[in-house]
Every structure is written in structure tokens, then in C-alpha cells.
């Protein structure tokens, strides 16, 4: 899905969780800008993503799906992962109907795939991490940063750094260096 498709898929349910997460993607910047939101219902439309009814468009099929997930969304996880070479941001963002997972790129176009939601979010983000960590070596150090926001709990964050020997994990606790099997449950307990 391109930005502007997720933009207008928010915007025709403006809920709370829709504005959170307009935020989180960056896209609250062009909510005012009627030819992004326009942009964004033409080609929901044009790719048999949404349907007019009257005087409105509604979303269908995998697009009704992803607006009512984004749009009633109770929890979000922002996991970016870096290397001295790449960054990448994934989010995932699940409610009571279900989870997406956004994997988000420069060109404002980005892969969605469903996914369980629940503590399955947290559990999926954490495997992310492992492999993209385990991944790393002394010349190339990664670092794995995970947001999580809830509506029902107080917003945390904490990263863990790897690079040759033990990872190290910096949150709300301060920082401290683990061995690598230990780093990802200690990341999971900052977590919450």
C-alpha cells in the first residue's frame, strides 16, 4: 500500500487510534493535504481496493481489512533496525479485529501482511530482532529499537545493541551489557 492509501483508509474512520497511528507512519504531516487524500481514495479505487456507495467510498476486501485494523488499533510496535549501512522501520499494529505488519520503505510504498495479533506482536518483534541481531558481526554492528505503545499503558522503548562478544541493552533502566542469550529476555522484560 502507498501513503497516500493509508492516509485516506485513516482518514474514513478518524478515530483516536487512526490519529496515533497517522503519527507513528509520519503521515499526520499531509493530513490537510486534500490531493494526498485524494491520491489516496483514486487509487483505492483504481485497484479495486474501495467502492463508491452513493456518495462515499469504502474500503473492500484487503483494504477494508487494514483500515479497520489501523483504525481501531489498541497497540503498536515500532521496530527499527540499523547497521552502519541500513535502516529499516517496521510496524506492527494490532486491535480486536486483527494485526497488520507495515514494513516501510523510503518510497512511500510499503508491504502489509497480516499477522496475529495479541502478544504474538510483541513475540514477533522480539524474533525479528533475534535474527537481525544474530546477523550482526564485529565489522558490521546491528542495533534493534523497539517502540511499544499501548491505549491502556504507558508508552516504552529500549534497544539492544549488538556487536562482537555481549549485546547491550539500553531502556528506561539505564544500560547494561548481556550475554547474547540473555539480551532478548531482558529486551522482553523492558517491554513489558
Known amino acids: 500500500m502507498t501513503d497516500h492509501e493509508l492516509l485516506a483508509l485513516l482518514s474514513m474512520t478518524p478515530t483516536e487510534s487512526a490519529a496515533t497511528t497517522l503519527g507513528l507512519l509520519r503521515l499526520d504531516q499531509y493530513n490537510d493535504d486534500e490531493l494526498f487524500h485524494q491520491a489516496g481514495v483514486t487509487t483505492l479505487l483504481v485497484r479495486g481496493l474501495a467502492t463508491a456507495q452513493g456518495e462515499k467510498v469504502v474500503p473492500v ?3 477494508a481489512i487494514v483500515g479497520s485494523v489501523i483504525a481501531q488499533a489498541q497497540e503498536w510496535l515500532q521496530i527499527t533496525l540499523t547497521t552502519p549501512e541500513m535502516h529499516h522501520v517496521l510496524f506492527t499494529v494490532g486491535s480486536n479485529v486483527g ?9 512511500g510504498v510499503h508491504d502489509v501482511q497480516p ?4 502478544p504474538a ?3 514477533l518483534g522480539l524474533h525479528l530482532s533475534k535474527e537481525y541481531l544474530t ?3 564485529a565489522d558490521s554492528p546491528a542495533t534493534v529499537t523497539i517502540k511499544r505503545l499501548r491505549v491502556d499503558a504507558p508508552t516504552v522503548e529500549a534497544s539492544v545493541r549488538a556487536e562482537a562478544g555481549d549485546w547491550t541493552l539500553s531502556s528506561t533502566g ?3 551489557s548481556y550475554p547474547r542469550e540473555v539480551a532478548l529476555d531482558k529486551l522482553r522484560e523492558s517491554l513489558g
Open 135 to 137: 546477523a550482526a558481526t
Open 115 to 118: 499477522i496475529e495479533s495479541g
Open 99 to 107: 494485526a497488520v505488519l507495515l514494513s516501510i520503505t523510503p518510497f
Open 121 to 123: 506482536m510483541l513475540e
Open 174 to 176: 539505564g544500560e547494561q
Open 61 to 63: 476486501e484487503n483494504a
